[in-house]
């Protein structure tokens, strides 16, 4: 027993930050306890980022931990949109590297919340084959990545951790990754810290 409650909130998968964090703000705001601690993946740690800041849960939450976050957007996104509207890909066009600088400006950190990341990268070898493109454009681009986003996009607030997985290794998709090890140890450290 790590001594900590669960909890994994549905989220739209290509819908934009704002709707994502309305999801994941409903669910901190439906549980009984006074605060949480959020451990994101992802888009994911931009929703909390979000939802703390500009839908009122800084009250609620004690620390957030983002894992494999573009928190400075990410290159592969803004490839990805070439040609195509940016209304079309909600969720790609939040992950490009000038949204990333306009949700930076509009979406600041809230006093009282321990905001922590873990950064990934991989060698391209060690990576999934499907995101060897993307790994090779973005090595050429910003130098270490997870595959899909520049290692130097995932920091944000204290840097506790730095890990060898890609990026779908993060979330357990790889066999060369002990992703439940990580998650769990990261648990630990903050039940340590007495959050």
Partial sequence: SLGAEFHHPRVPATGSVTERAEH???LVRSLPCERVNLIAHSMGGLDARY???RLGLGRRVA???TVGTPHLGTPVADLALKGIPASAVRALSDLTVSALER???EVPDVEGVAYCSVAAHSDL???NPLLWPSHAYLSQ???RNDGLVPASSQRWGTVIREVEADHWAQIGWSSRFDAV???ADLIRELVALGF
């Fill in 24 to 26: 994941l703000a409903d």
């Fill in 51 to 53: 939802a703390i800041s």
């Fill in 63 to 65: 620390s957030l931990v």
């Fill in 103 to 105: 949700f930076n400006r």
């Fill in 125 to 127: 070898l060690a990576t």
């Fill in 141 to 143: 681009k910003a130098g």
């Fill in 181 to 183: 090890s990580l998650y």
